[in-house]
């Protein structure tokens, strides 16, 4: 399996690597221009379904392989620590975004109530100043990393200038789809499953509350 993963990477066109990353990275793309996603589908990397086009399994694949940083290495072991640094604020991001879509009480959020609306984004907050140093330990590891704080802030910019499809949306650069992909590029670059990146973070969560 990882030698036909191989063989797919090397046959891929150079110049479509950074698109093959983007794409597995987002999961999707939704209103692209066919001159960006059709040089993908016609090597069989990516396939439009409706208004979205996803990444096939052999993008997937080479993504995971051109991402993933040499296992054993030291700087695996200092991404690592930073993941693992990671994931009880990623339970954290979580928990907002559910309170901001729902109320307490199960009933979807109509944001007719300010007051909660403002304690959410207090919540909000406090996500924010604690990924900050997490990603700023990032940048010193991982090259362009710098680009999901710079997306975090924009997002958080336009969301409280009024704009709230910027802190959940999947339509847009939202403050938790650049989350997404952060977590995303984390995990193929340490060849984590999601299995047990679930795993890990309940661990970890546990852990801190004990």
């Known amino acids: 399996m990882h030698s036909a993963a191989v063989e797919r990477t090397d046959t891929i066109d150079p110049s479509l690597a950074d698109a093959v990353i983007d794409l597995v990275l987002r999961g999707m793309w939704r209103g ?14 990516a396939m439009v379904k409706g208004p979205m086009v996803l990444p096939t399994e052999s993008a997937k694949q080479a993504a995971a392989q051109m991402l993933r940083i040499p296992a ?25 975004c559910t309170a901001w879509q729902c109320r307490p009480d199960g009933s979807v959020n109509d944001h007719g109530d300010s007051v909660y609306d403002a304690e959410v984004r207090e919540l909000l907050e406090d996500v924010h100043e604690a990924i900050q140093p997490v990603l700023r330990r990032l ?5 362009d990393s710098g680009r999901y704080l710079t997306g975090l802030e924009e997002a958080l910019d ?3 200038d009024g704009d709230r499809q910027w802190l959940a949306s999947p339509l847009c650069d939202s403050y938790h789809t650049v989350w997404m992909r952060l977590h995303q590029e984390l995990l193929l670059v340490l060849g984590i499953s999601r299995a047990e990146d679930e795993a890990r973070e309940e661990q970890l969560v546990r852990g801190s509350h004990g």
Do not use: C, M, W
Request: glycine share 6%.
């Open 72 to 96: 054993g290495s030291g700087q695996e072991a200092q991404i690592t620590a930073v993941y693992e640094a990671f994931l009880p604020i990623n339970r954290k991001i979580r928990e907002v």
């Open 139 to 143: 940048e010193r590891l991982l090259a």
């Open 32 to 45: 692209t221009q066919e001159s960006v996603h059709r040089p993908l589908v016609d090597a069989g990397l």
């Open 158 to 160: 336009r969301f409280d």
